[in-house]
């Protein structure tokens, strides 16, 4: 099966600023040693066609999407939403396939949160990369969100593991690294 | 009288695009334009002064849809620059990955297409959706391909969406001799289902064809027999992955490519002067919506040896496959064909593959400066990244990315069909217009959401 019980999505664009928080927070939780239960994915823009219409209900239970939101909060603001909140149709996406309609088709059947951040800045269709400070502060609040989401507790655990992933990841580029 | 419409946006396809159409009094299209609408980003000068290594990456974030042929022709391009010949085995990883990215994109476009296509023998048209037998079983056979697609995507390229194995240089890990076979038994099985699906896929295609109207908001709509034909070329770099300017024969060449400005290749200022709001969906742009295709353009019209060309499917089939079917019928044909060759090169790269050999050039040369290419053929089409790199740097970086190939020559294969069905041949070339972002907007006292539209 492609999916686990639990799928952990970190949706956005990296490259329009406090867009990226989506998959920051999933390369944060990447550094974890979770259950083999549970799958964090840095989803991209790739999540309604690589993940949300793959789901299967059979198998996953439960799916946490990280994303921004602009609910009107301050910069760096973290809420939780429901699909209930997301009307059936209101926002159908006439371009392609888009998150609304897979998530109403799974919402009865599986457990969806969506964890929205309130972006500061989204520079979209210009690409600045790396997050406003605000933003980038909301990133371990949403770690620790998360984790307690999960039942996965890692205490005090989780500044010391971000400071060794620092030191490990080296050897691997990515996207918004420093260049 | 010649009058104007417009269908904006296009659907059922990537991103945001728009057809705008001068058509006579019978609604046959005289004049047809299809562009973008999605601002461009300029990835180009983003590249600038970043390493080799992170410039694949970002690139791979341009599209929702094709950050393999993407992270793989940017990666490519870079090794085309600084002289890099990879070691076999990564090779043979970077061919699976293709592969697993193909198979999972068709099907995913047999969804997106299938809605234009009627049951056999039936005016019924497909929803693909639907819990009845027989389109229930179909769209299960197609699901299990996209998994079979994506696992295998996930296990050769590191991660579900933007592969993180491949590497400036090679790959940054082996596969395992687990791994390969998990790979080749799910490679045996989507072949399979590859087999039935093709063959579902092309006797609907051949039912189509043989149609003479199809419905479109009620009304019965003539089916041209040439429906989708053009003039223009096609360009095609490798039958199945791809080439660079290290290879002995190279498949494309950087002297052939030149550009032009929207306004050069698009029609003026214009008013939409016809209007028919049962199109589906939401209807056409009303009377008296300004258009303005040589300004709206968001797009440069590349050419191949001075004239647009086609990329995708049918272009490699008739460049590397002596495939003689045109127009639209002849691209989803031709599509459904590549299920089975994707699968068989995976499958033959799987069998060529040892997993202890080596995956990493070493050394890796930091680059003169000088340029290289090298052409993807992505699902949709030749997707050409070209780059300089000097000392680890990026100096130059360009992408020709397929539908910007593809939407001049889509607009002319548009002329002398109902302006009804132009959505239908914008279809056929299976479009992936690299989107803006939208954010969600959250109305707290009527507790309104509008998603993001995450491409």
Known sequence: MLFPETVVAGCGNPLFADDGFGPAVAEE???????????????????????????????????????????????????????????????????????????????????????????????????????????????????????????????MAIENLRNEGRQQETDRETCIGEG | MSKIVEISPTTRHEGHSKLVLKVD???????????????????????????????????SRVCGICPIAHTLAGIESMEGSIRCEIPRDAKLLRVVLQCANRLHSIALHNILILPDFYIPGTDTKINPFTPEEPVRSVAKRIQRLREIGQTIGEIAGGEAVHPSNPRVGGMYKACTPRAVTKMYDLAKEGLVLAHEQMDFMLAVISNMRKRDWTEVGGKQIPLPKTLGYHNQGVMAAHPIYASSNLDEN??????????????????????????????????????????????????????????????????????????????????????????????????????????????????????????????????????????????????????????????????????????????????????????????????????????????
Not at chain 2, 423 to 443: K, Q
């Open chain 1, 29 to 155: 939780l990447a550094r974890f040693e979770l259950p083999d239960t549970i799958k964090v994915m840095d989803a991209g823009l790739g999540g309604p066609h690589f993940i949300f219409t793959l789901i299967d209900p059979e198998q996953t239970k439960r799916l946490i999407i990280i994303d921004i939101a602009d609910f009107g909060g301050d910069p760096g603001e973290i809420r939780d939403f429901r699909v209930e909140d997301l009307p059936a149709g209101s926002y159908r996406d006439i371009h392609s396939w888009d998150l609304t309609e897979p998530l109403q088709r799974l919402k009865d059947t599986i457990d969806i949160t969506v964890i929205g951040c309130q972006p500061e800045r989204v520079t979209a269709p210009d690409f600045e990369m790396g997050l406003t400070e605000k933003v980038h502060n909301a990133v371990p609040r949403t770690v620790r969100h998360v984790l307690e989401l999960l039942g996965v507790d890692y205490g």
């Open chain 2, 250 to 455: 190279p498949g494309w060449d950087p002297e052939r490519w030149t550009d032009v400005r929207p306004w050069d290749w698009y029609m003026g200022e214009g008013e939409v002067s016809l209007a028919d709001p049962s199109y589906p969906i939401g209807g056409t742009s009303p009377v008296g919506t300004k258009v303005n295709p040589q300004m709206e353009a968001c797009t440069g019209v590349p050419l191949y040896d001075g004239a647009p060309v086609e990329v995708g499917p049918r272009a490699r089939l008739v460049k590397f496959k002596n495939f003689d079917e045109k127009g639209t019928w002849g691209q989803h044909i031709a599509r459904q064909l590549e299920y089975t060759d994707s699968l068989y090169a995976m499958i033959n790269a799987l069998d060529e593959y040892n997993p202890s050999g080596k995956v990493l050039a070493d050394p890796i040369p930091q680059g003169d400066g000088s340029l290289g290419w090298a052409a993807n053929e992505a699902p949709r089409g030749c997707d050409v990244h070209l780059a300089k790199v000097k000392d680890g740097r990026v100096l130059y970086y360009e992408m020709l990315v397929p539908t910007t190939w593809n939407f001049p020559t889509c607009s002319r294969a548009l002329t002398g069909a109902p302006w009804q069905v132009a959505e239908m041949v914008v279809r056929g070339y299976d479009p992936c217009v690299s989107c803006a972002t939208h954010m969600i907007v959250i109305d707290e006292d009527q507790r309104v959401v509008a998603q993001k539209l995450i491409q």
């Open chain 2, 25 to 59: 009094d019978a609604g046959i299209i005289e004049r047809g334009d299809w562009l973008s609408i999605t601002p461009v980003r300029g990835v180009e000068k983003l590249a600038i002064n970043k390493t080799m290594d992170q410039v694949p990456k970002i690139a």
